[in-house]
């Protein structure tokens, strides 16, 4: 079984910063790509930044240049640096991943998620 755990949350002010981390445990064989995504209230989730196994990023307009995905693939875990937050940014923030067993069979996973709030 796998589980990713996410951390890194929190209430910060405008202008300021915070890093999420998301930890993958259980019977992992390999990561693939990783994902974070975001859900504000009364909107639907989206895709925020993704990394793949080689370590290639991708990012919403919202958020480019001043969020870094990355990833610890000896940890089997992922980052999410985030700077200069908005107000707008205020989310819980979800990670995503694709992860094979010893199997071989790829499945994707969802964290349970961490409240980021920019608020003065």
């Known amino acids: 079984q796998v589980q990713l755990v996410e951390s890194g949350g929190g209430l910060v002010q405008p202008g300021g910063s915070l890093r999420l981390s998301c930890a993958a445990s259980?019977?992992?064989?390999?990561?693939?790509?990783m994902d974070w995504y975001r859900q504000a209230p009364g909107k639907q989730r989206e895709l925020v930044a993704h990394?793949?196994?080689?370590?290639?990023?991708n990012y919403a307009d919202s958020v480019k240049g001043r969020f870094t995905i990355s990833r610890d693939n000896a940890k089997n875990t992922g980052y999410l640096q985030m700077n200069t937050l908005k107000p707008e940014d205020t989310a819980v923030y979800y990670c995503?991943?694709?992860?094979?067993?010893?199997?071989?069979?790829?499945?994707?996973?969802w964290g349970q998620g961490t409240q980021v709030t920019v608020s003065s």
């Open positions: 995503n991943a694709a992860i094979s067993g010893v199997a071989g069979i790829v499945y994707t996973y």
């Open positions: 259980g019977s992992i064989y390999g990561i693939y790509a």
């Open positions: 990394i793949t196994s080689g370590g290639t990023t």
